[in-house]
């Protein structure tokens, strides 16, 4: 079984709009989530709820703890509203140079066809970004400010796990 104490799931979210420049774009990190790797399957579970935000890019000031605890709210009150994640893959392909994981991802009862495309790293790793739209999934993409603010539908899931599983 892989969780956080061996890899590591992140979602990366960008700011658009006229007041894009006084967002920030976010790392933001699933700090509890499993993975169960069966021979050529993978099943994987994520707690909506724990969310939290890791770092951000560009805006025009820091964000506070304040910022961070607000932002964690809307995207579990507001964005994902407390739905279930899950990945199911029956077809793993692994080679030499990575693994390719397609299956269904579903959030909140929708369920869309994804495909995980993982390189082999020289540290014994497997990393991979897989791009998402929001919208997909029945969700609306934050916006604040009036609209002039928004988070881009177009977001990508970065995973970061280790080549073998014991």
Same mark, same amino acid.
């Given at each position: 079984?892989?969780?956080?104490?061996?890899?590591?799931?992140?979602?990366?979210?960008? *700011?658009?709009?006229?007041?894009?420049?006084?967002?920030? #774009?976010?790392? !933001?990190?699933?700090?509890?989530w499993?993975?169960?790797?069966?021979?050529?399957?993978?099943?994987?579970?994520?707690?909506?709820?724990?969310?939290?935000v890791?770092?951000?890019?560009n805006? %025009?000031?820091?964000?506070?703890?304040? +910022?961070?605890?607000?932002?964690? +709210?809307? @995207?579990?009150?507001?964005?994902?509203?407390?739905?279930? !994640? /899950?990945?199911?893959c029956?077809?793993?392909?692994?080679?030499?140079?990575?693994?390719?994981?397609?299956?269904?991802?579903? @959030?909140?009862?929708?369920? *869309?066809?994804?495909?995980?495309?993982?390189? *082999?790293?020289?540290?014994?790793? %497997? $990393?991979?970004? !897989?791009?998402?739209?929001?919208?997909?999934?029945? @969700?609306?993409?934050?916006?604040?400010?009036?609209?002039?603010? $928004?988070?881009?539908?177009? @977001?990508?899931? =970065?995973?970061?796990?280790? /080549?073998? =599983? #014991?």
């Amino acid at each position: 079984m892989l969780g956080p104490d061996a890899g590591t799931l992140a979602v990366k979210t960008f *700011r658009e709009g006229v007041a894009a420049k006084v967002g920030h #774009d976010l790392v !933001i990190e699933v700090t509890r989530w499993k993975a169960v790797v069966d021979g050529k399957s993978v099943t994987m579970e994520v707690d909506p709820s724990s969310l939290r935000v890791r770092e951000s890019r560009n805006g %025009l000031k820091p964000l506070s703890d304040k +910022d961070r605890r607000d932002i964690h +709210d809307n @995207i579990e009150k507001q964005v994902l509203g407390g739905r279930s !994640i /899950a990945f199911a893959c029956g077809a793993i392909s692994d080679d030499a140079s990575g693994v390719t994981a397609p299956g269904e991802l579903t @959030i909140g009862g929708i369920t *869309r066809p994804v495909s995980a495309a993982l390189a *082999r790293t020289p540290d014994g790793r %497997l $990393r991979g970004t !897989i791009a998402l739209r929001q919208s997909d999934f029945g @969700i609306k993409p934050y916006k604040g400010l009036m609209g002039t603010l $928004r988070v881009r539908d177009e @977001i990508e899931i =970065v995973v970061d796990v280790p /080549a073998r =599983v #014991d």
